[in-house]
């Protein structure tokens, strides 16, 4: 079982920045590929960002590229999520995912089989 816990979310005005943080309790994470997604109320959860075990690779939502970048310190077992020039379009409930079954940076929920609780991103004009 992996336990995931983000935080770093927030109020922001619309063109600041936040960085999410997301840390696990498995010992193993340097072999997981993990990933963010987000929910925004009445919508699909959909990908934002996923990154390789390494940290080499890395993949983001057309919608957030240029925007926002990830990365992960597997000393630390973190993963991070770097929010720049926020929109109100990003509002949503952000949730970090670990995948057991990859190493890659894969896109699709269905490789990710543990989830944190999330944190909530909340921007304003």
């Known amino acids: 079982q992996v336990r995931l816990v983000e935080s770093g979310g927030g109020p922001v005005q619309a063109g600041g920045s936040l960085r999410l943080s997301c840390v696990a309790s498995e010992h193993t994470f340097d072999s997981y590929a993990m990933a963010w997604f987000r929910q925004a109320p009445g919508k699909e959860r959909e990908f934002v960002a996923a990154?390789?075990?390494?940290?080499?690779?890395?993949n983001l939502a057309d919608s957030v590229k240029g925007r926002f970048a990830i990365s992960r310190d597997n000393a630390e077992r973190a993963v991070y999520l770097q929010l720049n020039n926020l929109k109100l379009e990003d509002t949503a409930a952000y949730y970090c995912?670990?995948?057991?079954?990859?190493?890659?940076?894969?896109?699709?929920?269905?490789?990710?089989?543990?989830w944190g609780r999330g944190t909530q991103v909340s921007v304003s004009s």
């Open positions: 990154i390789s075990w390494d940290g080499i690779n890395t």
């Open positions: 995912a670990a995948s057991v079954m990859t190493g890659t940076a894969a896109t699709s929920r269905a490789w990710y089989s543990y």
